[in-house]
């Protein structure tokens, strides 16, 4: 069965600084990954997906996502944070066999100025 | 604009009072789904449809059911609402399977008093 967990409840950081937000996964065969992020009162919104090729990917808001296949994680990142990247992030994953996304519970992120 | 459109965003119920929820989609997506969102819990799958003229139970079934009316609309209906069906629910849909992620609608906020 797929599996996501995102083990930080909330992330805080200070504008400017780099940023990460930790998603490890469990699924059979080779993933597909997602990221996505939602504001208040907002449905969720795509961000990044990992497929396949390169482990680093780029996406939207200047966010990116390294995949480890052998730590099997797919770590949210961003070199430099903005007040306005406070959100609430989700990591998703689901098998190249199967048509649905199992999410993560979620993480906080609180970006203060 | 192309995309996903739950209707209504907001609702209060009465226990024992019966509702349904509207999803329609103009993408063409093969896909669909219902969702429920709780604090810390994440998003949960109730029920999904692969394909038109199928559907599925998810995680969260239990006291719930669904219709895919055709290949845009799939809508969710709670015969006999319970306070433990209180939350946010959001609709998605996408591609069949492989490495396409989801489109999400705004949700729809439903408080069971």
């Known amino acids: 069965a797929q599996s996501v967990a995102q083990p930080e409840d909330q992330v805080n950081v200070a504008e400017g600084n780099p940023l990460t937000v930790k998603c490890t996964y469990s699924?059979?065969?080779?993933?597909?990954l997602f990221w996505y992020v939602q504001y208040p009162n907002r449905g969720l919104q795509f961000l990044l997906k990992y497929i396949t090729g390169d482990n680093l990917v780029k996406g939207s808001y200047g966010f990116e996502a390294e995949f480890n296949k052998s730590q099997t994680s797919f770590h949210l990142k961003k070199p430099s944070a903005l007040v306005s990247d406070s959100a609430l992030y989700f990591c998703?994953?689901?098998?190249?066999?199967?048509?649905?996304?199992?999410f993560g519970a979620g993480t906080i992120l609180r970006v203060k100025s | 604009n192309a995309g996903v459109t739950q209707t209504p965003k907001f609702q209060v119920l009465k226990t024992g009072q019966s509702m349904t929820l509207q999803c329609a989609q103009d993408m063409n997506h093969n896909s669909m789904y219902w969702y429920r969102q709780d604090p810390g819990m994440g998003l949960r799958l109730i029920y999904y449809s692969a394909s038109e003229g199928t559907t599925d139970k998810g995680e969260v079934p239990n006291g719930y059911n669904v219709s895919r009316l055709n290949k845009r609309e799939f809508s969710l209906r709670l015969e006999s609402a319970a306070p433990s069906q209180t939350s946010v629910y959001f609709c998605?849909?996408?591609?069949?399977?492989?490495?396409?992620?989801?489109?999400f609608g705004s949700g729809t906020r439903l408080t069971v008093v």
């Open positions: 699924v059979s065969g080779n993933p597909y």
């Open positions: 998703a994953v689901r098998g190249i066999y199967g048509n649905k996304l199992v």
């Open positions: 998605a849909s996408s591609e069949v399977a492989g490495s396409y992620g989801y489109t």
